[in-house]
């Protein structure tokens, strides 16, 4: 089961990017999937996840309002609108899983998530 996070870049304050996590050799079915994010010299916080289950999102404070989680299981991918972006969400961004049954709100606990994308950069700055 393989993640791969992609999207990121250079953009400047007020613009958008849009993140991908594709996943293979699963499918998402069972899974919650979470976006972290990194800044320099910053522990990784959780910023928002899904439970494909039922659909269920969170945000973190941080980011709620500007960015938006969805998830597309045809193409087994999973998205996150940045938007209003601000020079303090420069950070590298990762996406995560794990498995769960239930439905309900997902979980932001960085320890529970089993599989992890590479990360993708993403730069905001005039």
């Known amino acids: 089961f393989q993640l791969q996070a992609s999207g990121g870049g250079l953009v400047q304050p007020g613009g958008s990017l849009r993140l991908s996590c594709s996943a293979s050799?699963?499918?998402?079915?069972?899974?919650?999937i979470g976006w972290f994010r990194q800044a320099p010299g910053q522990e990784r916080q959780g910023i928002s996840c899904?439970?494909?289950?039922?659909?269920?999102?969170r945000y973190s404070d941080s980011v709620k309002g500007r960015f938006t989680i969805s998830i597309d299981n045809a193409k087994n991918t999973v998205y996150l609108q940045l938007d209003s972006l601000k020079p303090e969400d420069t950070a590298v961004y990762y996406c995560?899983?794990?498995?769960?049954?239930?439905?309900?709100?997902?979980?932001?606990?960085?320890?529970?998530?089993?599989?992890w994308g590479q990360g993708t950069l993403v730069t905001v700055s005039s």
């Open positions: 995560g899983t794990y498995l769960t049954y239930y439905s309900g709100n997902c979980r932001l606990t960085e320890q529970i998530y089993d599989y």
């Open positions: 899904i439970t494909n289950r039922d659909g269920t999102t």
């Open positions: 050799g699963s499918t998402l079915e069972n899974y919650a």
